[in-house]
């Protein structure tokens, strides 16, 4: 039982940055990966970046050296900083919770538009 809440989606401009929130709830206990997918319409859902019980963190090659996922352990939140955001990067993002018996948890999304 894992709930999902994202935040921090908005209106930028180009080249500004935001910060997702993903705070969660429930039995976090057997969660393995934590991820932030996007999803653009007419596109399908992409992985944007993970971030592993062991603190290791994997990124889509469209986002590398732009994003950064990150985690608060103590209050059961993951972060996911975006700077230099460009168009491409308008989707809605959601996290997701994988467990380690391979089910997934998401969010309900967060809009992220880049725009002037």
């Known amino acids: 039982q894992v709930q999902l809440v994202e935040s921090g989606g908005g209106l930028v401009q180009p080249g500004g940055s935001l910060r997702l929130s993903c705070a969660a709830s429930g039995s976090l206990f057997s969660i393995h990966v934590i991820g932030w997918y996007r999803q653009a319409p007419g596109k399908q859902r992409e992985l944007v970046a993970t971030?592993?019980?062991?603190?290791?963190?994997n990124y889509a090659d469209s986002v590398k050296g732009r994003f950064t996922i990150s985690r608060d352990n103590a209050k059961f939140t993951v972060f996911l900083q975006m700077v230099s955001l460009k168009s491409e990067d308008t989707a809605v993002y959601y996290c997701n919770y994988k467990t380690d018996y391979g089910y997934d948890y998401w969010g309900q999304g967060t809009q992220v538009t880049v725009s002037s």
């Open positions: 971030i592993t019980n062991g603190g290791s963190t």
